[in-house]
């Protein structure tokens, strides 16, 4: 498998490559998939997440420039961002996005967001997995808002950051369903913005309301300005205080087992569906005459699919690759 060891031997063009087969569901990206598994489980995953434009993709360029500084490699994965990570041409800070594209240390790669919520998460965790494979030491995976996508994809981090800016308390309310619990890190951006103290302190107050066991993860808030990197090298140490946490209280080991089981269910949950998808297709005449049944309404939708299901498992094969 001649990709496969480009990737293990720190071939950037090989990494690229082998992310676009599996972003494309390429056949041929499973088997590679498949053999980098052993080389996986090392690296830190960070998922950062927060509204439109509060300054993640400025914010991810910092960290960087601070985790380079204390000798970590880092990859970066950007899912569908409006302003993309391509040849530094980022919003922003634009020299030192491009001291970051020209520097082997960094590995820097857009995902679209298209597709399947579970197909979406799949690519990305496939992407983590090859990045970590590929030797980086911090893993970056940047998302916009707070819908299911992205729950998703912060539930695959090891340490979550919700970013946030000042302007009103409307964006924090905006991103409280769903990922004020999943945060690990709280950041105030923009903190060169006069209501930032005012965001600080609205945030504090909704975190204050969940309770915390002793000994357990108190989610700090960090103030930062992203493009001149004030409050960067805090953030950096929070998130890396945080990565140190999960290790000694067996936490990372927990999230580690659940990821890969999340990620064998989501491979079944995909494979079936292709499976039944194909299925049905091969078998025209026979759905066909199921659907008829069941417009006409002379079998309801409950006995229709059971039939449809009952005949597809006669036919199932487990031996076949689906
Ligand atoms: N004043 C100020 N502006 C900032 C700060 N951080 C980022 N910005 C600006 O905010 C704008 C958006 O920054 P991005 O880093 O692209 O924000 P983002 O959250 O990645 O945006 P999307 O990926 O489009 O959701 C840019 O014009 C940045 O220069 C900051 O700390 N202070
Ligand atoms: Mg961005």
Redesign the pocket.
Known sequence: MELFERLISGDRRAAARIISLVENGEPEAREIVRLLHKHTGRAHIIGIT????????????AITQDLRSRGKTVGII?ID???PFTGGA????RIRMQDLATDKGVFIRSMGSRGSLGGVARATNDAINILDAFGKDVIIV?T??AGQVEVEIVKLAHTSVV?T?PGGGDEIQAIKAGILEIGDVFVV?????EDATRTYAELMMMLDLSPRAPGEWEPPIIK?????G?GVPELVDALLSHYEYLKSSNLLEKKEKERIIAEMMEIINQRVIRAVHSALKENGAMTELIHKLVETREIDPHTGARMIIQHLMKRFNPEEEI
């Open positions: 927060g509204a439109p434009g509060s300054g993640k993709s400025t914010l991810v360029s950007a961002p409006t302003s980022l919003l922003g800070d940047e916009v808002g970013v800016m951006n923009k903190a060169d913005r930062t300005v992203a493009i001149t004030e």
